[in-house]
């Protein structure tokens, strides 16, 4: 495989929405999150209403790759080979590694073929992988705190309750209906939820359209909800940088089922209209499959092949599922190279003076980049078998960037000023797993390391 990507290279640029091209503004929006949830689990399920508040820096609990066991009540960082790492909770309340030992020995995890899978529907275990997900992880921690408190129980049975508050505050209809608390407080002060789209990303957008490149936007938000990012973040004209745009994607099923499964359909006034055969045009459609979809890029390009590169900050929903189901080009959104403390090498080829300053200095300003209770998010420690002396390990998410991604990236920010034919150089199987990490890799994967990482 060649060792380099370059967007110049591909047809088609694909985008997810949130936290993509749309960054919300995480203290406060974590906190409308975390409130929409624990109100439905208070007022309609009967939950302690201790869960109502938050301690000021509570939201340090929350890190991506996590997974819950659901059944233990038990948080998990694994590693790459499936095993339980040092760092893992029972409620918000960190284990020890003899605790960690007796409950999950030094084997791969029960779970993990199916979780390594990415199949995440399951009354078993949650994996927590994107920014809209995480208040719930903190959730879900403060009510086994609660249910032990309370009740003393053994094994769990409150995940029932949380697909129904997040049934009650997503579905389809709460946007228009004003159901929840989610969509009537975004609705009435986007401005304090979301971030607008930085100038230099717009710029890059256009620079891609005038390069002859498709654009896609593909987002699992239904369309009226879409409308109301797009606009506040791109501009009432969002419409004009996007070829085709699909809502109500229902990632990662967007990539993995057949046409019969989840056909395409269009809308009228955001209501979804009837099923169709086959896409004719570009456009605005809802629900849909990658395999129609990439018959349309096919009869626009006048390509039998054409190369489609894939945005996303999901692993889950965007990135493996592009990948594994669709073999696209795929580039990682992780906002966790800004928290790891990202240094900028001596030596960057065609590297812009200004991209350097971006990526100097201490750029933690927001939660979850960093957890002081779970570390690193790329490496972390294994306890010893009897007296054995404990070792690093890289965490199974990070074996997944190098996996399904063709590059990792802060932020587009942090591409847009690079010329369309800059050359990355790509994660691949004969080279090393932190290649792919642009403008450098993490500060934990570095050789000598491990000790100033765990400090």
Request: glycine share 6%; charged share 25%; hydrophobic share 35%.
């Amino acid at each position: 495989m060649q060792q380099h990507f370059s967007l110049a290279e591909c047809d088609v640029v694909g985008f997810d929405l949130d936290h993509t091209l749309c960054r919300y503004h995480l203290p406060q929006s974590a906190r409308l999150i975390y409130d929409s949830f624990a109100q439905y689990l208070v007022t309609e399920k009967g939950y302690d209403e201790d869960l109502l508040t938050l301690a000021p820096d509570s939201l340090d609990f929350c890190c991506k790759g996590l997974v819950l066991d659901i059944e233990e009540g038990n948080f998990l960082k694994l590693a790459e080979d499936g095993t339980v790492l040092s760092r893992a909770s029972h409620g918000t309340k960190s284990m020890t590694f003899e605790e960690v030992l007796e409950i999950y020995g030094r084997k791969e995890w029960k779970h993990f073929n199916t979780v390594s899978g990415m199949v995440s529907r399951t009354a078993k275990y949650y994996l927590y992988d994107n920014y809209f997900d995480l208040p719930g992880a903190l959730l879900c921690a403060r009510v086994v705190d609660s249910l032990d408190q309370h009740d003393g129980q053994k094994k769990y049975d409150f995940w029932k309750d949380v697909v129904a508050a997040i049934q009650h505050n997503y579905k389809i209809s709460a946007f228009k209906e004003d159901c929840g608390m989610y969509f009537p407080e975004v609705k009435n002060h986007p401005d304090k939820y979301l971030q607008r789209c930085p100038e230099s990303v717009k710029k890059w957008l256009k620079q891609l359209k005038n390069a002859g490149k498709i654009l896609l936007l593909i987002t699992s938000s239904h369309s009226d909800y879409c409308r109301l990012l797009c606009e506040h973040v791109l501009g009432n004209d969002f419409e004009e940088y996007f070829d085709i745009l699909i809502t109500n994607a229902l990632k990662p099923g967007f990539f993995s089922h057949t046409p019969n499964q989840r056909p395409f359909r269009t809308l009228e006034n955001d209501e979804e209209q009837e099923a169709l055969l086959s896409l004719d045009k570009p456009g605005w459609y809802s629900q849909g499959n990658a395999i129609q979809l990439y018959d349309l890029l096919k009869k626009m390009t006048g390509k039998l092949d054409p190369k489609v590169v894939y945005f996303g900050d999901s692993m889950h929903s965007d990135i493996f599922p592009a990948r594994y189901y669709s073999n696209w080009e795929t580039v990682f959104i992780l906002e966790e190279l800004l928290g790891d403390k990202v240094t900028v090498p001596a030596k960057a080829e065609s590297e812009p003076l200004e991209k350097k300053r971006k990526y100097e200095g201490d750029q933690l300003k927001v939660p979850y980049f960093v957890s002081k209770q779970w570390g690193s998010f790329f490496m972390d420690r294994l306890p010893g078998l009897e007296n054995a002396e404990e070792t690093f390990l890289h965490t199974w998410s990070c074996k997944c960037i190098s996996t399904y991604s063709t590059i990792a990236i802060p932020s587009l920010e942090a591409i847009a000023d690079l010329p369309l034919d800059y050359r990355f150089t790509r994660f691949s199987s004969n080279s090393s797993a932190t290649a792919g990490y642009y403008p450098s890799p993490p500060r934990a994967l570095l050789p000598n390391e491990d000790s100033m990482m765990m400090k």
